[in-house]
């Protein structure tokens, strides 16, 4: 039986700056328009929390029942390592997708856009089929795809919307950061892992552009955070504040572009996620003191 701490590593812990950001920068540009709700901005970070970890307990079911988690480089999986049973780690990921679904439905009540619960729908849909049934997505090079648009696209102009009601075009410009950002981490994640997912049979996309194409997206996707800031502070000069996730990003970029494989690929991880939760709080403070 898995330890608390075993659950806890396989509910992936430093994923959790893809639910938090877009959320902060949806409540900044919320608060700019001067829409800003507390409750409705605390109900939007509760779905975007239960619908990742639901998305790490589903991926870590599907891909460990098919075997592909059997020899890993990165953390601890549940099901892979025999340490939960499959069943187990499934219905820990529906009761994640069932508090998304509560909380969402809660805060769609609230706001009276009613044609938000189908996106919800699609959203809890995406992140069971990422790894899960007979033909995931995953497996087909649309992961990053998805990333983007759920935890870019979606969470940031969904928490927007939900409480000023419109959209706006530093929503817009936040949404795009962060679903890049996102990406920017699993496209690490993915470079690491195309040993392993090639002997498997898992069809990311790194294994399907290859290793050298794989790292200029990654060195693509995180120059787009910073583009958006310098065109807002056209607009509004305290976006610039986002430059100070840029420091994080220095020792990434360079092992990126030197070819680091392997475990020493697990920091960018880990300093792409801090990055993007950095980015996301500066601009939040940046639009709210814009807006102020």
Sequence with gaps: MATVAQ?????RPRTLPNAIAPVLVGNGAAFALGGFDPTRGVLTLVVALALIIGVNFANDYSDGVR???????????????????PKTVRLAAFACFGIAAVAGLVVTVLSGSYWLIAVGALCIAAAWFYTGG??????????????????GL?????TLYVQAGQ????????????????SAVLVANNLRDIPTDTESGKRTLAVLIGDQ??????????????????????????????????????????????????????????DTGLAMLVWAVTTAVALVLGGA
């Design 154 to 158: 979606v969470a940031v102009l969904g």
């Design 134 to 151: 007979k033909r995931p997505y995953g497996y087909a090079g649309l992961g990053e795809l998805a990333v983007f648009v759920c935890f």
């Design 167 to 182: 959209f706006s075009g530093y929503g817009i410009g936040g949404a795009v950061a962060i679903g890049c950002f996102s």
């Design 213 to 270: 194409d794989t790292r200029n997206l990654y060195l693509g996707l995180i120059v787009v955070p910073f583009l958006v800031s310098i065109v807002g502070s056209f607009r509004d000069g305290y976006l610039l504040l986002g430059f100070l996730a840029l420091p994080l990003l220095v020792n990434s970029a360079r092992k990126m572009i030197k070819g680091a494989t392997g475990k020493a690929l697990i920091p960018v991880l880990r």
């Design 67 to 85: 075997g592909t988690d059997d020899v890993r480089v990165g953390p601890l999986r549940l099901v892979g390592s025999k340490v939960a049973e």
């Design 7 to 11: 659950w806890i590593e396989g509910a």
